[in-house]
C-alpha cells in the first residue's frame, strides 16, 4: 500500500516507517519542516492544522492509506496545559487528516489512540478490554484529554467510504533517545509507589501498527500493549540497573500530587489486555514485558 504518514519523524512514527517499508509498503510523510521526512520515504511538506494548506499539498497525491501518529509531546506531558496541542492534532488534526484520506483516495485511515482514553488514575485490579467503557468523562480536568481521545476514534469510525482503525497504545517506552534514560542518569526520576501501567516497546508497537493496517477491521479499537502490566517503579528500577544510572530515589504517590497529570499516570493502575490484537491482527509482541524491552534497548 502507499501510505500516507502523519507523525513518520516522531518517536512512534520512526519506526513505524521501518517496519512499514520492510514489509513492502510505500511511505509518504507529512512533515512541517522541509528536509524532515525520514530516509527511504517521500516528503510532503504541511501542517495537519493548517487545513487549506494541507489540501493543496496533497493535490495530485493517491494513496490507499493515511495514518495519524501525530502528537506535540517534546517532552513527557506532566501539567494539562502540556497536552492542549496533542488533544487538538486528536480532534481537528484528526478532521483535517480524514479530508486528506478523501482527497487522495485512501480507504483505510489508522488513528493513535492510548490507554488514557479508559481512564485516569485507579481503573482498579480489573483488565480491560476494547469492550469497556472508552473516551467518557467522569475525570473533571482531565476530561479534555479523554475527549480528544474518543473525537480521533469515533471520527475515524464514522468516515463514509473509508475502514477506519484506532490503536490503543500502552505506555512507549525504547525510542531512540528516550528522556527517561537520561533522566534516570541524573537521579531526576523517582520511583513513586503506584498501580501497574500497561507498556509497549515502540518496536512492537510499529509492528502492530502495520498488521493493523493490514488486517484491522473497520470501525474498530485494539489496545497494543505487552503482556504484562507493571509499576513504573519497577521498570525505572530495572532502566536504571541496566544503564549503569544509581537507582531511583523512593517516594509515595501523594508527593506529586500537584503536578495532576504526572501523579495520574505515575501513580494509577492501567491494566489493558492485547487479546484482541493477538487474535484479529496476528500480532505478538516479540518484548512481552519491559525486562526483555529494557534488555534489548
Ligand atoms: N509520541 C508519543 O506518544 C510520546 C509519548 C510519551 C513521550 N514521548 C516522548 O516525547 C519526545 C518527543 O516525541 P515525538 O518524537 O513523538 O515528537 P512530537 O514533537 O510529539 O512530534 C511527533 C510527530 O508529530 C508531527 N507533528 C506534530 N504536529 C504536527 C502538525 N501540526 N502537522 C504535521 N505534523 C506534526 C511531528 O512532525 P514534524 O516535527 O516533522 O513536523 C512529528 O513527526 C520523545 O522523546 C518521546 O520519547 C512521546
Known sequence: MRVLLAGASGAVGTPIVKALIKSGHEVVALTRRPGGAPAGTTELVGDALDRDGLLAAVRGLEADAVMHQLTALKKAPMRHRDLAATDRLRTEGTANLLAAARAVGARRFVTQSNLFGYGYGDLGPRVHTEKDVFGQGGY????????????????????????????????FYGAPGDPVIEMLKGRKLPA?????????????????????????????????????????????????????????????????????????????SYRLSNAKAKSELGWAPSLPTYREGIAAM
Open 192 to 268: 513513586l509507589k503506584g498501580g501497574p501501567i500497561s507498556f509497549i516497546h515502540v518496536e512492537d508497537a510499529a509492528a502492530a501498527t502495520v498488521a493493523a493496517l493490514e488486517h484491522g477491521r473497520d470501525g474498530e479499537a485494539y489496545n497494543v500493549v505487552d503482556d504484562e502490566p507493571s509499576p513504573w517503579r519497577d521498570f525505572f528500577h530495572c532502566a536504571a540497573a541496566h544503564v549503569g544510572a544509581p537507582a531511583p530515589m523512593s517516594l509515595p504517590g501523594w508527593t506529586v500530587r500537584p503536578i495532576p497529570l504526572l501523579h495520574a499516570i505515575m501513580t494509577g
Open 140 to 171: 473533571g480536568r482531565f476530561d479534555p484529554h479523554i475527549a480528544a481521545l474518543r473525537s480521533t476514534e469515533q471520527q475515524a469510525f464514522a468516515a463514509e467510504g473509508i475502514d477506519g482503525i484506532a490503536l490503543r497504545y500502552g505506555a
